[in-house]
């Protein structure tokens, strides 16, 4: 006991004067506080010799041009704001921020240099309007957010494998990037960039929520889970090829994307929410999700599709509207599925160009189909509600916010058709 006793201490001791090392081995001029502002290069140099510093930086005010020299990490977060002369930054020695590194409205900035950057807790880029260029040796970050910038791609970010956060958005110039992503842990987001952003994420396996809206073609080459919502929202994609995506924890959304011929997901079997496919207007062969089995809200799907094959689907335990103008479209598969029961909701409608059935379901029972030339009045009206609330989804604009690692939203039980709405509305958002 006395030989444990013995070692426990000495273990004591060793990390005390380890941690007492590590203090003392900062210099008191490295240390600059919780808040410390530079307003010209010259404070900037006072710094120079200092390999960390300690505390949370501050650069504005009217620098030409600025740089830190040989800092190599900094404790804290270093925030370059409202510097309306600044045109460039260097930082090029810095392997790691503990903290933020945010730059917001500097606009006059063109380039921003951190080629040794591998470490940051959040990247902050807002209203930069003459930067185009940015360069990291990124390797771990949790958010990444650039909004209103000139950038033309986020090559910065491309060797990130892990994420919390990436959303990119309001990027006018935007139009290509390839990412080294391999899982994001809350939400990847991508929206209002520029008219032909091109994206590749071929190494993502695991995402949480994936929202994309205003992009002209996406590469998901390695995709399998999505934990909770994927949304691909009034973009001019020709095809989406999502061919190793196996289940969508939640809602799963294709709406009002314009050009879109084809859409396959040739191994999804699980949707664990709403299943909206709506207002494609080239999309008139729906066979990519003949492998899905069940669906965890309610189902929508309108357009001027002839064909739509859920020729696996077994469950649904919301309502289900599926809706085409074309006369050339057969609802004698999915009637047949409502009367097996399989649709669990509180109706059943199904409408081609021709002929529509509408059923009313109870909450105990199923009652028997009725088929009629024209809907009644009230699901007729429940499913026009429905389909304008999902347009009015779609052309929403698209807002980011900044949650904490791995948390997934709360979203309203998708159960009617009015709840599967609900439902992609709040998800995406």
Known sequence: MQFKNALTATAILSASALAANSTTSIPSSCSIGTSATATAQADLDKISGCSTIVG????????GSAALASIQEI??????FNSSS??????????????????????ILTSASF???QEVDSIN??????????????QNANNIIVSDTTLESVEGFSTLKKVNVFNINNNRYLNSFQS??????DSLQFSSNGDNTTLAFDNLVWANNITLRDVNSISFGSLQTVNASLGFINNTLPSLNLTQLSKVGQSLSIVSNDELSKAAFSNLTTVGGGFIIANNTQLKVIDGFNKVQTVGGAIEVTGNFSTLDLSSLKSVRGGANFDSSSSNF????LKKLQSNGAIQGDSFV???GATSTSVKLSSTSTESSKSSATSSASSSGDASNAQANVSASASSSSSSSKKSKGAAPELVPATSFMGVVAAVAVALL
């Open 75 to 80: 404790d804290g977060s270093l925030t370059i």
């Open 180 to 185: 080294s992503l391999e899982s994001v842990s």
């Open 56 to 63: 949370n930086l501050t650069i504005t005010g009217d620098l």
């Open 350 to 352: 199904c409408k081609n």
């Open 330 to 333: 057969s609802c004698n598969a």
């Open 86 to 107: 600044l045109s460039s930054f260097s930082a090029d020695s810095i392997k790691k921020i503990t903290g933020d590194l945010n730059m917001q409205e500097l606009i």
């Open 115 to 117: 080629g040794s950057l």
């Open 125 to 138: 880029m807002v209203t930069l309007p003459a930067i185009s260029t940015f360069s990291t040796d990124l």
